[in-house]
């Protein structure tokens, strides 16, 4: 358990670095449609020249933990974006975002997800990446499915606890088909997602044109796919070949700073590689510096803006 000196100093820096990730562009917060069809929306990004940012753990920062509601919706007050998150299940049967196996690095609480029941996992709090209590707690998946509709897509990834069809009727519940793209790691998953949820979109790496036959000969359609590319090679190719199939292209500029792209801009003061991204391709950037690479995207003409696509920002 943290401290009470350091509760106590984590609150007042929370409340201080917040705002000015919130003020970054000014507004209200950005909405993206999560009804309709997802792929359409794609399409029409893709036609107008844009790039989307997806927010790896929903894009955290100082004050504002992964995987938190706060911290989301700080990001859609910055850029118009999706939210990448980890959906877990206690031994009781309640799917709930976290990301590691245990509750030690990212709340208050310890031991293993798969040990601790809900009701003690939601009287914790949420710590920042230095470590930093936040007033904020570890939301439902439920709870976190509805605060995203009608603001956002939601790129799922299902953690070893996560129940796949439970998750899934979840979805389904709170009407987000449209809203969600699920992550598979093996062509088993993909094509077990598939068969529980025909109408969902899949994230399924793709490293070559043949990646994508392999996966459609399986059984699932090339409109289902949604093609991640890696997170160290650019392939402008491979981005042409798949786009000749229609299919939405992601790559991930995040990971270890001291190893990912997104810490080599950063080092370098390279952000413009991010528009560069786009301009080669890729449709959905990836990251952990969301505010970073939407900024990049703006200023190179490359960012949705208000009105485009369905995308809107709230006030206007």
């Keep these: ?62 004050g504002l933990p992964e995987n938190a509601i706060p911290t989301m919706d700080a990001v859609l007050h910055a850029a118009p974006a999706m939210m990448e998150i980890d959906v877990a299940a206690s031994p009781d049967g309640v799917h709930y975002l976290m990301h590691d196996r245990t509750l030690n690095r990212t709340t208050t609480g310890e031991g293993t997800v798969s040990d601790v029941p809900w009701e003690e996992v ?85 490293n070559a044109p043949e990646g994508l036959d392999e996966i459609v000969a399986a059984g699932i359609p090339a409109e289902s796919i949604v093609a991640f590319t890696g997170t160290r090679t650019v392939r402008p190719d491979l981005y042409e070949a798949l786009d000749a199939q229609d299919v939405e292209v992601i790559f991930g500029t995040l990971g270890r700073p001291d190893r990912s792209l997104d810490g080599i801009f950063a080092r370098f003061g390279t952000d413009e590689r991010y528009a560069e991204l786009g301009e ?37």
Aim: hydrophobic letters at 45%; aromatic letters at 6%; proline letters at 5%.
């Design 1 to 62: 358990m943290k401290s009470k000196a350091l509760m106590m100093a984590a609150s007042a820096a929370a409340v201080l670095v917040a705002a000015p990730a919130i003020a970054q562009f000014g507004g209200g917060p950005w909405e993206m449609p999560t009804d309709g069809d997802l792929s359409t929306t794609l399409d029409c990004l893709e036609a107008e020249g844009l790039t989307i940012i997806s927010a790896h753990r929903g894009g955290p920062s100082p």
């Design 122 to 206: 939601s009287q914790l709090r949420l710590v920042d990446e230095a470590g930093w209590l936040t007033p904020y707690k570890v939301p439902t998946f439920a709870d976190t499915l509805a605060w995203a509709k009608g603001k956002t897509v939601l790129q799922v990834d299902f953690k070893r606890t996560a129940d796949f069809a439970t998750v899934i009727s979840e979805i389904r519940e709170a009407e987000m088909a449209s809203g969600v793209i699920l992550i598979a790691y093996t062509q088993a998953q993909a094509l077990r997602l598939h068969e529980l949820a025909p109408e969902m979109l899949i994230s399924y790496s793709v």
């Design 280 to 316: 080669g391709g890729v449709d959905i950037i990836a990251t952990d510096r969301p505010r970073a690479a939407a900024a990049a995207l703006a200023a190179a003409e490359r960012l949705p803006k208000s009105g485009t696509c369905g995308i809107n920002r709230g006030g206007n």
